[in-house]
Nanobody, 123 residues
Framework: VQLQACGGGLVQAGGSLRLSCTAS????????MAWFRQAPGKEREFVAG????????TYADSVKGRFTISRENAKNMVFLQMNSLKPEDTAVYYC?????????????????WGQGTQVTVSS
């Protein structure tokens, strides 16, 4: 079982990035998916989640209106479109597969994690 995240990089404040997460079919089928992030010295926090069929999405207040999570189950992929990036968005971003078909905001609701991709936003 693998989750492979990519798409991070260095961007100026106000810019955009699109993160991608490729999962093995076994992980993606019937699972809610989410993106978390962890900044240096801080706890890993929920960013956005999407239900198995994509009909339900949830966002952290700090990213609402700027980030969009989506998925393409046929390709075993989940995406995070990040617009209007701010320096405080700088972190390592992780994709995760939920233990159920929904995407909870709690870290213990996820049992598979990707390796993370670094996002750095300069001011």
């Amino acid at each position: 079982v693998q989750l492979q995240a990519c798409g991070g990089g260095l961007v100026q404040a106000g810019g955009s990035l699109r993160l991608s997460c490729t999962a093995s079919r076994r992980v993606l089928s019937n699972n809610g998916m989410a993106w978390f992030r962890q900044a240096p010295g801080k706890e890993r926090e929920f960013v956005a989640g999407i239900s198995w069929r994509g009909g339900s999405t949830t966002y952290a207040d700090s990213v609402k209106g700027r980030f969009t999570i989506s998925r393409e189950n046929a390709k075993n992929m989940v995406f995070l479109q990040m617009n209007s990036l701010k320096p405080e968005d700088t972190a390592v971003y992780y994709c995760a597969a939920s233990r159920s078909s929904i995407a909870t905001m709690a870290r213990n609701g996820y049992h598979y994690w990707g390796q993370g991709t670094q996002v750095t936003v300069s001011s």
